[in-house]
């Protein structure tokens, strides 16, 4: 199978992602094989792929945590290789495991993501407020982590990861366990900050109406190689009429050789 074309960014705002034949490989085994694409700012854009397929890799390399093999990579205008913390100042990320300290209050969470992201001290306590109110956590700020529900520590998650107002926003799988009412609070929570911030999304997932309902566009990994590029109503009618977003996963990551 012949590489698929990298498809145009539907947003306007400028390029704040390029990855342009980003491999990755671990001795014999190759994670990802020349992968290449875009997203803009302001833009919702979805991995999905079965797993192993490689998106946990990509989503690693572009937020300067794992080293590309070949390739090149810029995020916020900075090469992840070489300007590392540069990279880093502008981005947040959620990792697909719960990381929040169950042991310290809402609170005390993000005041240590505060220091992290070097907030200024003056600045500190009014940014965490604001956060906090921002994903509806303004009232379980001083409890510990650990009396959340699933959904409630995903939310401050992403208050942590959004503290210094990043450019990118990456999130692995950022609902998996959680039940359909927690979802729903994670996404309307992710739109109100996006529309306040302008921020690019990039988020992996499993759950096709998820990527069907809150992506701009979305690519399509399987065996470590770029299989489609394109808005899900795109996709679909690549497939055939009356396609699914699920028809669009098995068909296409089935056409990706071994």
């Keep these: 199978?012949?590489?698929?074309?990298?498809?145009?960014?539907?947003?306007?705002?400028?390029?704040?992602?390029e990855a342009d034949s980003v491999t990755?490989?671990?001795?014999?085994?190759?994670?990802?094989?020349?992968?290449?694409?875009?997203?803009?700012?302001?833009?919702?854009?979805?991995?999905?792929?079965?797993?192993?397929?490689?998106?946990s890799t990509l989503m690693k390399i572009l937020t300067t945590m794992q080293p590309m093999t070949?390739?090149?990579?810029?995020?916020?205008?900075?090469?992840?290789?070489r300007q590392a913390q540069d990279v880093r100042r502008r981005i947040g990320y959620v990792p697909q495991l719960l990381s929040a300290d169950g042991d310290l209050t809402g609170f005390e969470n993000m005041m240590l993501s505060a220091r992290l992201y070097l907030i200024?001290?003056?600045?500190?306590?009014?940014?965490?407020?604001?956060?906090?109110?921002?994903?509806?956590?303004?009232?379980?700020?001083?409890?510990?982590?650990?009396?959340?529900?699933?959904?409630?520590?995903?939310?401050?998650?992403?208050?942590?990861s959004t503290l210094h107002r990043p450019d990118v926003l990456f999130m692995d799988e950022p609902t998996v366990g959680l039940d359909p009412d927690g979802r729903k609070a994670v996404w309307a929570n992710v739109a109100a900050l996006q529309r306040?911030?302008?921020a690019a999304v990039i988020f992996s997932t499993h759950y096709m109406d998820e990527a069907e309902g809150v992506c701009d566009r979305l690519a399509v990994i399987a065996r470590g190689r770029l299989a489609a590029v394109g808005a899900p109503a795109e996709l679909r009618a690549r497939i055939g009429a009356g396609a699914t977003l699920d028809d669009v996963f098995t068909t296409l990551t089935e056409e990706v050789p071994a």
């Design 70 to 81: 070949s390739g090149t990579a810029r995020v916020a205008g900075f090469d992840v290789a």
């Design 196 to 198: 306040e911030t302008g």
């Design 120 to 160: 200024p001290a003056e600045q500190r306590r009014r940014m965490i407020h604001e956060a906090l109110e921002r994903m509806g956590l303004h009232d379980a700020a001083g409890r510990l982590v650990r009396t959340y529900s699933g959904g409630m520590a995903r939310r401050l998650e992403i208050a942590q």
């Design 1 to 17: 199978m012949t590489e698929p074309p990298e498809a145009e960014p539907s947003a306007n705002g400028p390029l704040v992602v």
């Design 24 to 55: 990755r490989t671990f001795g014999p085994v190759v994670a990802l094989a020349g992968v290449s694409l875009n997203v803009r700012r302001g833009e919702v854009f979805a991995l999905i792929g079965p797993n192993g397929a490689g998106k």
